[in-house]
C-alpha cells in the first residue's frame, strides 16, 4: 500500500514563499512520476507541476511557470512544491500524487493519469 502525506501548507501573505513536501511510503520511490495538483473551493482539482521519476526533467501550469519549483530527493522518498511570490489566486488545497511508471516516464497533467494520491494540504494566500 502507497501513502503519499504531505506537509508545509499554511497561511501567508501574497508575495511570500511555502514549501511543501510530500513524503511517500514504500521502497519503489523512483518508480513513481510524480505531481502536484491544487483546488480551490467551487473549482475542479488543476495541474500545478510535474516530475519525472529521476528528477531529470519538469513541467509546469503556465500559471505557477517561474514562481513555483518541484524537486524531489528519491533516497529520502520524498517530492518538494517551492512556492514563491505567492498570490490570492494561489489559495487552494494542494494535493500530491504518485503514478508508478517504472524508471522511464514522462510527465502526467491529467489527474487520472495518477495511481496514488495524499490526503491534501492548505494553502492561504491573504492580499
Known amino acids: 500500500q502507497v501513502q503519499l502525506v504531505e506537509s508545509g501548507g499554511g497561511l501567508v501573505q501574497a508575495g511570500g514563499s511555502l514549501r511543501l513536501s510530500c513524503a511517500v511510503s514504500?521502497?519503489?520511490?523512483?518508480?513513481?512520476?510524480m505531481g502536484w495538483f491544487r483546488q480551490a473551493p467551487g473549482k475542479e482539482r488543476e495541474f500545478v507541476t510535474a516530475?519525472?521519476?529521476?528528477?531529470?526533467?519538469?513541467a509546469y501550469a503556465d500559471s505557477v511557470k517561474g514562481r513555483f519549483t518541484i524537486s524531489r530527493v528519491n533516497v529520502k522518498n520524498t517530492v518538494y512544491l517551492q512556492m514563491n511570490s505567492l498570490k490570492p489566486e494561489d489559495t487552494a488545497v494542494y494535493y500530491c500524487?504518485?503514478?508508478?511508471?517504472?524508471?522511464?516516464?514522462?510527465?502526467?497533467?491529467?489527474?487520472?493519469?495518477?495511481?496514488?494520491w495524499g490526503q491534501g494540504t492548505q494553502v492561504t494566500v491573504s492580499s
Open positions: 516530475i519525472t521519476t529521476s528528477g531529470g526533467s519538469t
Open positions: 500524487a504518485a503514478r508508478l511508471t517504472g524508471m522511464n516516464s514522462g510527465h502526467y497533467i491529467a489527474p487520472n493519469e495518477y495511481d496514488y
Open positions: 514504500g521502497r519503489t520511490f523512483s518508480s513513481y512520476a
